[in-house]
T-cell receptor, first 114, second 112 residues
């Protein structure tokens, strides 16, 4: 079975600084996708970024970028120029290429200090 | 385009009752998935429907069931509610396998 592990229950970052959230996963499939979702206190899940496993290039969305290490099964999220609005729970998720079942990690609470 | 909508947003039920939750996907999306979020178990996949067919099912008892209509709207039913069913139920829609899922605001179910 596929598993996703987020080893950092909580992280803190100073406003305008950079923070990296860690995620590792385990799968025997070759076709899959990885995602980072953000869940603010409103509980609305918001897609932050996605990565297709077949793409070697790391995905980037504005201040958010990933470091995808396929061989190591690692998928970390880097947030640059952190803003107060980035404070939320962040979930790493895995999905097979053959369905829409998301397997989530336990989440990392990100606190942003002003 | 309107986002994923879920109704009701909040619900309080008594043990033993049954409940139906509704999810309307983004227009054009044919896949709808349901997730349960609890502090203890985190986010767990319940099931996915695609073009009115259940395509995948998580490890939940048979008390949890769902269906999808021809307009892609989906309902989830939980019968014989237990205290442990108290959770945030999230629904997500997607165009197909290759596309990301977009989540609704969730239904907060409290079982007393």
């Amino acid at each position: 079975a596929q598993t996703v592990t987020q080893s950092q229950p909580e992280m803190s970052v100073q406003e305008a600084e950079t923070v990296t959230l860690s995620c590792t996963y385990d799968t025997s499939e070759s076709d899959y996708y990885l995602f980072w979702y953000k869940q603010p206190p409103s509980r609305q899940m918001i897609l932050v970024i996605r990565q297709e496993a077949y793409k070697q290039q790391n995905a980037t969305e504005n201040r958010f970028s990933v470091n995808f290490q396929k061989a190591a099964k690692s998928f970390s999220l880097k947030i640059s120029d952190s803003q107060l609005g980035d404070a939320a729970m962040y979930f790493c998720a895995w999905k097979s290429g053959y369905g829409n079942k998301l397997v989530f990690g336990a989440g990392t609470i990100l606190r942003v200090k002003s | 385009k309107a986002g994923v909508t879920q109704t009701p947003r909040y619900l309080i039920k008594t043990r033993g009752q049954q409940v139906t939750l509704s999810c309307s996907p983004i227009s054009g999306h044919r896949s709808v998935s349901w997730y349960q979020q609890t502090p203890g178990q985190g986010l767990q996949f319940l099931f996915e429907y695609f073009s009115e067919t259940q395509r995948n099912k998580g490890n939940f008892p048979g008390r949890f069931s769902g269906r999808q209509f021809s307009n892609s709207r989906s309902e989830m039913n939980v019968s014989t509610l237990e205290l442990g069913d108290s959770a945030l139920y999230l629904c997500a829609s997607s165009l197909s396998n290759s596309y990301e899922q977009y989540f609704g605001p969730g239904t907060r179910l409290t079982v007393t």
